[in-house]
């Protein structure tokens, strides 16, 4: 998805976003609205450690290989958004969207981060052929989620000449704090 690309919130909470957007934009101050996907942090919970919890306690884990994004760690934002700030450039005010680098489906991030967790001697009682793809449609959630959440970053890598790493590299730092490596 582009910036300027017509936005449809599936939910109350996308709309809610939306309109605080709307808000900002129409207040006229200088503004930068970061777009994100697929945030996570090693404080608290995310999928990776679910992932890592459920492989150590099930022989087959069942994952959604249909929805797209990039997994985006909060330190990414948090670097992202220090620059933009110390960058003081008015005449870049505006929305963005900022994402990891690549794409993945939570299968694959799943995937990823189980083989991780195997390289470093976790003990797992998934194997890796167990990890089951399957549809959104087969793992109801109470919000609906986009199948599509991939974000084209080029806008602000552009604007601000940044270079945004690629997913696993953010998964693998997280990884590396939770399970050691």
Request: aromatic share 6%; charged share 25%; net charge positive.
């Amino acid at each position: 998805w582009r910036e300027d690309d017509p936005t449809a919130p599936l939910s109350v909470y996308g709309r809610a976003k939306r309109d605080g957007e709307d808000a900002v934009r129409a207040s006229g101050c200088h503004h930068y609205l970061l777009r994100t996907s697929w945030v996570y942090a090693s404080r608290g919970g995310n999928f990776a450690k679910t992932m890592l919890r459920l492989a150590a306690e099930r022989d087959t884990l069942r994952v959604v290989a249909d929805q797209i994004g990039a997994p985006t760690g909060a330190e990414l934002i948090a670097d992202v958004t220090s620059h933009l700030i110390r960058a003081r450039a008015p005449e870049h005010s505006g929305t963005y969207h900022l994402a990891a680098a690549g794409e993945t489906s939570w299968h694959g991030y799943a995937c990823h981060v189980i083989a991780a967790a195997r390289a470093a001697g976790r003990p797992l009682r998934v194997a890796d052929a167990a990890i089951e793809a399957i549809p959104a449609r087969a793992y109801p959630t109470p919000a609906q989620r986009p199948l599509n959440s991939r974000l084209d970053t080029r806008k602000l890598r552009e604007a601000f000449d940044l270079h945004l790493p690629p997913w696993q590299q953010g998964v693998d730092r997280l990884l590396a704090e939770i399970i050691g490596g």
